[in-house]
């Protein structure tokens, strides 16, 4: 699953394995870019840090104009089992650090962030547990709660 800006760029996760100090393996998300160009998706990048943590990344959504990225991420300092994290694209083409959505988050799993075409509302979702099989809850606040953190 992937989300789409305007100008063809398109924002995706994608298991990465790590090698752990104890020598063991484990899976990690990670957002990673590309750009749709004559039909083909070239110059795909992984956004790195401040984006990507070691905690795992998921669920990116791009503004249509390319300005911010909302995803959801399990980074230490988080509020629950994963928050929902605001960043901005800088003029020279990287990320600021994510900003964690406060308004939004509590102890449970808070993700799939999206703001509606119209720019009106943030929808996302919360559940109890990382588990699929828990039934999700969808939320919607208005979007207008995340232009403090352009600032």
Request: contains cysteine; charged residues 25%; proline residues 5%.
């Amino acid at each position: 699953m992937g989300t789409f800006s305007k100008n063809g760029e398109i924002y995706f996760v994608r298991l990465e394995k790590l090698k752990k100090p104890d020598r063991t393996n484990t899976l990690n998300n990670e957002i990673y870019s590309a750009t749709l160009k004559k039909g083909k998706f070239t110059e795909i990048k992984n956004l790195g840090k401040p984006v990507n943590t070691i905690g795992g990344e998921v669920c990116p959504f791009i503004d249509p104009s390319g300005k911010y990225l909302l995803f959801g991420s399990s980074r230490d300092g988080g509020y629950g089992l994963v928050d929902t994290y605001i960043s901005f694209r800088k003029q020279n083409g990287t990320w600021t650090y994510p900003q964690n959505v406060k308004e939004i988050n509590t102890p449970e799993f808070d993700a799939n962030a999206i703001v509606t075409p119209d720019g009106k509302y943030l929808i996302f979702i919360r559940r109890e547990d990382f588990k699929c099989t828990i039934p999700n809850r969808i939320y919607w606040v208005s979007a207008k709660i995340l232009e403090k953190y352009s600032k």
